[in-house]
């Protein structure tokens, strides 16, 4: 079975500045997916960003980021000029190319935006 | 366009009574799969369906299943509640993956607790 780490429990950063939040996982796939969920505290899964193993090109979506290692299986999210409303559990999932839609999470990251 | 529905959105229940949850998907989406949240395991997949069959089971007891319906609305049931399974309880609702990867959307969860 694929593993997703993710280790850091919880984070905080300074409104406006810059955070990155760790994910590592664990497969012996070549083509797979990786995503990055926000969960805010209403509890509503939202998708940030997400990556195709295949393409060497890291995803950005406006403030949101990704630095994808794939020979170090790392898929770290970087926040840049972070806002209030960014405070929320950040999840990392991977899908595998065979796995029915099945994703496999990481135990999160909660991340707290200081005013 | 609708997002994922989930009813309801809070359950309470006793030790070995059955419950049954109901996720409607976003219109036009066919799979169906649902996750079940503890602040212990985090997300773990119970088990994904698509045009009316179970295409992927994850790790879970004869007590969970569940079923889809025709118009891709799906059920999820636990019979013989147990204190352990109370739990956010999400349902992911995606299009079918013909090339590249389809993400997920999340609907709102229902808490179950089970006294």
């Known amino acids: 079975a694929q593993t997703v780490t993710q280790s850091q429990p919880e984070m905080s950063v300074q409104e406006a500045e810059t955070v990155t939040l760790s994910c590592t996982y664990d497969?012996?796939?070549?083509?797979?997916?990786l995503f990055w969920y926000k969960q805010p505290p209403s509890r509503q899964m939202i998708l940030v960003i997400r990556q195709e193993a295949y393409k060497q090109q890291n995803a950005t979506e406006n403030r949101f980021s990704v630095n994808f290692q794939k020979a170090a299986k790392s898929f770290s999210l970087k926040i840049s000029d972070s806002q209030l409303g960014d405070t929320a559990m950040y999840f990392c999932a991977f899908e595998g190319p065979n796995t029915g839609n099945q994703f496999y999470f990481g135990t999160g990251t909660s991340l707290t935006v200081i005013p | 366009k609708a997002g994922v529905t989930q009813t309801p959105r809070y359950l309470i229940k006793t030790r070995g009574q059955q419950v049954t949850l109901s996720c409607s998907p976003i219109s036009g989406h066919r799979s169906v799969s649902w996750y079940q949240q503890t602040p212990g395991q985090g997300l773990q997949f119970l088990f994904e369906y698509f045009s009316e069959t179970q295409r992927n089971k994850g790790n879970f007891p004869g007590r969970f299943s569940g079923r889809q319906f025709s118009n891709s609305r799906s059920e999820m049931n636990v019979s013989t509640l147990e204190l352990g399974d109370s739990a956010l309880y999400l349902c992911a609702s995606s299009l079918e993956r013909l090339a590249g990867a389809y993400e997920q959307y999340f609907g709102p969860g229902t808490r179950l607790t089970v006294t």
């Open positions: 497969t012996s796939e070549n083509n797979y997916y």
